[in-house]
């Protein structure tokens, strides 16, 4: 007969059958347990402290998102995030949101009305890129410089393995051309449009981002090009793409991008006779009333709030 002193070892109280040995040391991380490097997550603590936003140490948000004024204070290496050369930001702060959903007066019903964070951009990504990037950069520009144009590239980042192009818009066709017939290129695939309302990014407040796919090298890119709200005009790509049509008209619907050379650039999901664009962030939530049996349903922001 077994007695408790028989069946008794000697690890300490409290551990468990088949854990390793609490004396060994537990490796260190440099990202927090929600994936933020630690310049991300004191660059959040002082948007909540209302340390970074529109304070006297910098710019009205959206005044100057590229350059060196913005200067965030956060200029450690981030090992999930691009860094740009030394004297530039290595955060690009295109806003700061307020509460859950962003909502001003009531609608807001979640509870978060103090809550405040950035909205932060990977900032551009110096040479080398890493991989078959710097080839692609490299062919790119040779092919633009050969078709005479100049300046097409604002910037490059490099972002969790992934590689966007900013564009200037006058130059977004005869890029697209060259990404689609160039031999050491051949993006044959057109992907699709997505767009992007930033409000307070003044002067890009709309952001058109066009994903391209080679089947012959088996790669992926991104384009964005950035136009202000007051001239939301950009040039269409499908006499290159003809699968552009229906994501330019979609595009056009919800956000109000105007594509230039469009055959037929009208309204795709709401009717033709909706006023404004249910997709920018300036848009009224909930939409319109609805009916419903004979009983009109509010939008969400005109229903009680909790006070």
Do not use: C
């Not at 992907?191 to 309302?197: D, Q, R, T």
């Not at 992926?220 to 552009?244: F, G, K, N, Q």
Request: hydrophobic share 30%; glycine share 10%; net charge negative.
């Amino acid at each position: 007969m077994t007695t408790p002193e028989d069946t008794s070892d000697d690890r300490p109280s409290g551990s468990s059958a088949g854990r390793p040995d609490d004396s060994s040391e537990e490796p260190t991380y440099e990202t927090t347990d929600k994936g933020h490097t630690p310049a991300e997550k004191d660059l959040h603590a002082r948007v909540r402290r209302k340390e970074v936003g529109q304070s006297s140490a910098e710019p009205a948000i959206g005044s100057s998102p590229h350059g060196p004024d913005r200067d965030l204070g956060v200029r450690e290496d981030m090992p999930e995030n691009t860094v740009v050369p030394a004297g530039a930001s290595s955060l690009e702060v295109v806003a700061v949101r307020e509460g859950m959903f962003g909502v001003q007066g009531s609608g807001d019903t979640s509870g978060y009305g103090r809550l405040r964070r950035p909205v932060v951009m990977p900032g551009a990504t110096p040479r080398p890129y890493g991989g078959w990037f710097d080839e692609f950069a490299d062919r790119l520009e040779l092919v633009l410089a050969d078709q005479g144009v100049s300046g097409a590239i604002e910037r490059v980042v490099v972002h969790r393995g992934e590689m966007t192009v900013h564009l200037r818009r006058e130059h977004l066709l005869t890029t697209m051309q060259q990404l689609r017939d160039d031999p050491h290129l051949r993006f044959e695939m057109f992907s699709g449009i997505s767009g992007v309302h930033y409000p307070e990014d003044t002067g890009r407040e709309l952001h058109a981002v066009y994903h391209l796919l080679s089947m012959t090298h088996n790669r992926r890119i991104r384009l964005e090009v950035s136009v202000p709200d007051a001239d939301p005009h950009l040039p269409s790509v499908m006499s290159v793409y003809p699968t552009a049509d229906w994501h330019e008209r979609e595009t056009y619907d919800f956000f109000g991008m105007i594509f230039d050379g469009h055959p037929a650039l009208t309204r795709i999901m709401m009717p033709d006779d909706w006023p404004g664009h249910p997709q920018r962030k300036d848009y009224h939530l909930g939409g319109s009333p609805v009916e419903s049996k004979g009983a009109t349903i509010p939008p969400p922001d005109t229903r009680r709030s909790y006070r």
